[in-house]
């Protein structure tokens, strides 16, 4: 009787459709438009080591706090379980004293002794593959640290430009030739200080097996420089991926050093309009789709909320009087369901606060409220699940006063997303030509389903909530079903009925 139990459970078990055919796809061959990425500052984010901890003062903020690369090592499961698939980290170049953020760099070619060393940082490259995730760190080709012994080295003096503070931040010039925070600017146009920077980057390369560099203060180096770099370490690794970072506030021509061979960069006129639409509850959209491309393939913008060099978006969130958590909700929604590559800045699973430099570098804490994660977890689950979120065509429906409807599609597989950004509940009609009708859109993040009514959807939807929908054929009754579960009372009644015969 037992075994007759299990095979009805497993026959309804089978029975039961699946969400879609594509909703079930598990991306191969992924792209890095597929990515998502953990941003992480390695001395803010767990102490994994407490051997080295060396001169490490937790409550200075200007000082080192005790992160390591063993810390990131027992992490990557945290992270790997929140949907993300690569990691981006800080410097970890041996820096002169008090360089937590790994910016002012002594030697290139090693391991800051407050992270750990060569081999467990070639561990962390080991760990992050097997659980298929990839492994971006940055690389400082603009400066070195006053300490660098390049500097007292009379030979070198050509190695660096003549010091000068940058007056003009809109100057190119001066920003490429310019000494930045007082750090010693390297002389790219010296073919010594070119070839030592390349055989470093290829040497991090071939002896890590990382897959890619985010270059800091990318328009402060020669976009000639840059042309040279991304054709030669591109050779080392097939599909090896190079995303510019620039300071805050300074400007950038996108398309110029994406044909310079850097594949993205972070754009902050776009992160401006991010901020400015989700802090607040009743804004347009309209600032966002409209300027998305601004310059370089959209598909591998970083979409970010903040970084390194800004105030954290909680700060922006407080100031409006807001709620964190449905802020962080509506925006990492529109992050994670719109063309580009969500860059997520380590501690915003627990919408950490913090001001201006170093404020914003505060310690993670992983003792928190898990409400936010399990959201991330989810938008992350769907993120990998649907290639329509990251190779679809972007189309907006709706937009009006915080309310957004946008529908995404790629091969034969439709997502509409839904975001009321709004102080109420909202009411949305799409038509059939907007939206196929005679169908449902299925809702993956509420569990909400709207079935079409005379070739329209009605989508409602509760203030600070999100959905995202998926084009399915109507459901109803599971003829299938029915029909598997009448075969076994059959095939159960008869093997009663055997038994009572036996017995007789």
């Not at 994994?48 to 901890?53: A, F, L, M």
Request: negative net charge; aromatic residues 12%; hydrophobic residues 35%.
């Amino acid at each position: 009787m037992k075994k007759i139990c299990f095979l009805v459970i497993l026959i309804m078990f089978l029975q039961i459709p699946p969400l879609s055919a594509q909703a079930a796809f598990q991306k191969e061959n992924r792209l890095w438009q597929d990515e998502s990425v953990y941003s992480i500052m390695i001395d803010r984010f767990n102490n994994g080591d407490t051997s080295n901890d060396i001169d490490v003062f937790a409550n200075d903020p200007l000082a080192y706090n005790g992160g390591d690369l063993q810390g990131i090592i027992d992490k990557l499961d945290y992270i790997h379980d929140m949907g993300f698939t690569s990691i981006r980290l800080t410097p970890i170049f041996d820096n002169a004293k008090e360089g937590y953020h790994g910016y002012w760099v002594n030697n290139f070619k090693e391991i800051d002794e407050h992270f750990g060393t060569l081999e467990t940082f070639q561990k962390l490259v080991k760990e992050a593959h097997k659980r298929k995730m990839k492994v971006l760190i940055d690389f400082v080709a603009n400066n070195v640290a006053s300490s660098h012994p390049w500097v007292s080295d009379t030979s070198k003096q050509d190695w660096f430009h003549k010091k000068k503070d940058i007056s003009d931040w809109n100057n190119q010039q001066e920003l490429e030739n310019g000494w930045v925070d007082d750090l010693p600017d390297l002389n790219q146009d010296n073919p010594e200080v070119k070839k030592y920077l390349l055989d470093a980057a290829k040497w991090w390369i071939n002896t890590t097996d990382i897959d890619g560099f985010s270059l800091t203060d990318a328009n402060h180096v020669p976009l000639s420089f840059w042309n040279d770099f991304s054709k030669e370490v591109k050779k080392e690794k097939k599909g090896f991926f190079l995303l510019g970072v620039a300071p805050k506030n300074t400007s950038i021509n996108l398309q110029e050093y994406e044909n310079a061979g850097i594949d993205s960069l972070f754009n902050y006129s776009y992160n401006d309009n991010l901020r400015k639409a989700f802090a607040d509850t009743d804004q347009s959209f309209s600032a966002l789709y409209s300027d998305a491309k601004n310059g370089q393939n959209s598909f591998l913008r970083p979409n970010f909320m903040d970084n390194e060099y800004t105030i954290r978006f909680t700060n922006d969130i407080v100031e409006k009087r807001q709620f964190p958590g449905s802020r962080w909700k509506m925006a990492l929604t529109y992050l994670y369901s719109t063309p580009g590559i969500p860059v997520f800045y380590y501690g915003s699973e627990i919408a950490l606060i913090g001001g201006e430099i170093p404020d914003n570098h505060g310690q993670m804490s992983f003792r928190t409220e898990k409400e936010l994660i399990d959201f991330i977890t989810k938008l992350g689950e769907l993120r990998n699940q649907l290639p329509s979120l990251t190779r679809g065509t972007m189309e907006m429906l709706y937009d009006q006063k915080g309310m957004v409807v946008y529908k995404r599609v790629y091969k034969g597989e439709t997502a509409i997303i839904a975001i009321n950004n709004s102080n109420k509940s909202q009411k949305v009609r799409l038509s059939n030509e907007q939206v196929e009708g005679g169908k449902e859109l299925r809702g993956l993040l509420g569990g909400d389903i709207v079935r079409s009514k005379d070739n329209n959807y009605y989508l409602i939807l509760d203030r600070d909530n999100s959905e995202i929908y998926v084009l399915t054929n109507k459901s109803g009754i599971n003829l299938s079903l029915i029909s598997a579960l009448v075969v076994v009372c059959l095939l159960c009644f008869l093997f009663l009925f055997k038994i009572k015969k036996r017995k007789d």
